[in-house]
């Protein structure tokens, strides 16, 4: 007790050549192998379906790169949505931790004009409700089922024009969370340079503004953005589901960049203390996940009802997704539940580093589950462009995470809790 | 002189005290018997040279023991003793054990945690707790040195290096 370490404050996190030839290398690798999987799946050439729907490898590449957009965009609001619970639950642990999780909010803007932009190219290859013929009494492919929720998208305007409430709602979200996130982060910055408790007590107010609107926005973009794809299905969850997994992958996302930093030799004051509390977190909502995802199957399956099970049924049935499913679970709840159950292996840097990466990787997985049999059917699969799109997608999102946490200080110096933080013990 | 039967204690107030007496008492080769305190004293447990308790072993060989005992009980059920078809699933469909399943872990694992744990630190009904000093109940801290185990150092010796580390007072207590 009462020894007081000199830690360096001001230490910022110098973002080297050879972090960047990392990041790039791996990109490259990625941008390489989707130009592979691209190649190959437009010389595969198209082909007809028995339905009279020909499928086109665009649509894989659309698919895509919706699941990355909504999986980075989860990975950085969760970032944001770490420091605020950090600031209305009065932590005082993860104080040395607040910037890394702040970093990640630096994605946002980026992540909404990719999901803008995507949606506008690729509305009708990725949502069936996007199609005007769905409302249209008169034609043969109208659906009945789709007509009756079709207000939910197309609301104020008619039905099957511009789907003006769906995309006013994203545009809100991300709207909203954008400047959620410049508000704790300039609040977070300002602190460094004038000091005093003043600073804690607006972030505090802000970020508890901001976690009501991030629970209502959550949910709601989880059934944008991912259950409207198949729109005829509906589970009451949904929004905690895909909360869930986003959650496990950012926790385990900013697990690894404090390894990754403190393996660098940064935060010096992070002992293994914090990094068992991470690990913690981790492990508790890999189980959490779990338990949602469970609590969905078991639900529809025990039910039985058509209009539900067909969720399950169009993946475990499938050739293409039912071995994922499996992997799904292997990954995402044995892996961390019978690798970091143990205190000393939360405290290893090598168990989390391996968990931690295997959990993204898995999360990835759980949202590929979400999109591709809903957009691409039988046509779908882990290939050459899923790993290259998402190899890119990643390391485009370390780039932008990294390079803008070297641009402040690494720990937050003024903040009132530091000390909480040097003493921490469990 | 008998284990276990007669004790020196070493009564103080401060917990940061107390902290620094037990690295200057075990510093001098006097082995402590154990430490109460009305509170957790972070960082008592590192300066006693404890080992971490091995109760979370227990509780997860009782949680295997939970699932286990679940799984095997509802196959016997479903599948031999008294099949039936609920929801046009198998006698034996897996995902409809997972809850009962869960909740056996859960309850032998927690039920198993307490019940070692009570024995563990004779805190068994039919056990007779021994009560060192009452005051490390409220406020006070105590540390008691088995005479036993310390026969090669001095009985002055002890209670100086009490003394001397901060105790507010120095007491003897024999148990029979």
């Not at chain 1, 969370?177 to 003043?198: A, C, I, P, R």
């Not at chain 1, 949910?219 to 949904?238: G, Y």
């Not at chain 2, 005051?135 to 010796?157: G, P, Q, W």
């Amino acid at each position: 007790m009462a020894q007081v370490k000199n830690y360096n404050l001001d230490q910022k996190f110098d973002f080297t050549d050879a972090v960047k030839k990392v990041i790039f290398i791996l990109g490259g690798i990625g941008a390489l192998l989707l130009v592979l999987g691209i190649l190959a799946a437009a010389l595969g050439g198209d082909h007809a379906e028995e339905g009279g729907h020909a499928f086109h490898w665009t649509q894989r590449l659309f698919a895509n790169l919706w699941i990355n957009n909504v999986y980075f965009t989860g990975i950085a609001i969760i970032g944001v949505f770490f420091f605020a619970i950090q600031y209305a639950s009065q932590a005082g642990w993860s104080t040395a931790l607040l910037r890394i999780m702040l970093s990640f909010g630096y994605w946002l803007p980026i992540a909404a004009v990719l999901m803008l932009v995507t949606f506008f190219i690729a509305n009708h290859d990725l949502f069936h409700w996007t199609h005007s013929y769905v409302f249209d009494k008169t034609n043969a492919e109208y659906d009945r089922i789709i007509d009756g929720k079709g207000s939910f998208f197309y609301w104020p305007m008619e039905k099957g024009t511009f789907p003006i409430f769906y995309i006013v709602r994203m545009v809100l979200f991300f709207g909203f969370w954008v400047f959620f996130f410049n508000k704790l982060k300039s609040l977070s910055y300002e602190e460094d340079l004038q000091g005093g408790t003043s600073y804690w007590y607006t972030i505090r107010k802000w970020s508890a503004i901001f976690l009501v609107f991030f629970a209502v926005s959550s949910s709601i973009s989880a059934w944008d953005w991912v259950m409207s794809i198949d729109t005829h299905w509906f589970s009451t969850l949904f929004g905690w589901y895909v909360f869930a997994s986003w959650f496990v992958a950012g926790l385990s996302a900013i697990t690894l960049v404090t390894v990754f930093l403190k393996d660098q030799g940064y935060l010096e004051m992070v002992n293994q203390n914090h990094i068992h509390d991470l690990g913690k977190f981790v492990f508790a909502f890999s189980i959490f996940w779990t338990y949602i995802w469970f609590s969905q199957f078991l639900l529809i399956y025990y039910a039985n009802i058509p209009e539900e099970s067909v969720y399950f049924i169009e993946r475990l049935s499938s050739d293409v997704y039912g071995p994922y499913i499996f992997v799904n679970i292997g990954l995402n709840f044995v892996l961390p539940f019978l690798v970091l159950m143990t205190r000393d292996a939360k405290r290893h840097n090598i168990f989390l580093k391996l968990v931690c990466t295997l959990i993204i990787l898995g999360h990835w997985i759980d949202f590929f589950l979400m999109v591709q049999p809903g957009t691409l059917g039988h046509n779908g699969g882990v290939g050459l462009m899923e790993l290259g799109m998402l190899l890119v997608y990643g390391s485009a999102f370390a780039f932008v995470a990294l390079s803008n946490l070297s641009k402040h200080n690494l720990i937050a110096k003024n903040h009132p809790m530091l000390e909480e933080s040097y003493h921490h013990h469990i | 002189m008998e284990r276990d039967k007669h004790f020196i204690l070493g009564i103080f107030d401060d917990e940061d005290i107390l902290l620094n007496a037990v690295k200057e008492v075990r510093a001098t080769g006097i082995r402590i018997h154990e430490v109460f305190s009305p509170y957790p004293v972070h960082g008592l447990d590192e300066e006693l040279g404890y080992k971490r308790s091995s109760l979370p072993i227990a509780a997860f060989l009782f949680g295997v023991l939970g699932t286990t005992l679940a799984l095997t009980m509802q196959f016997y059920m479903m599948k031999f003793d008294w099949p039936m078809i609920i929801g046009g699933k198998d006698h034996a469909a897996f995902p409809d054990f997972i809850p009962v399943t869960f909740e056996l872990t859960v309850l032998l694992a927690a039920f198993g945690m307490v019940g070692v744990f009570m024995i563990s630190s004779n805190l068994k009904p039919w056990g007779q707790p021994r009560i060192y000093d009452l005051r490390s109940t409220d406020d006070k801290h105590v540390m008691a040195i088995d005479i036993a185990t310390n026969a090669s150092v001095d009985l002055e010796k002890i209670k100086d290096a009490l003394k001397t580390s901060g105790a507010t007072e120095v007491n003897s207590k024999s148990f029979d």
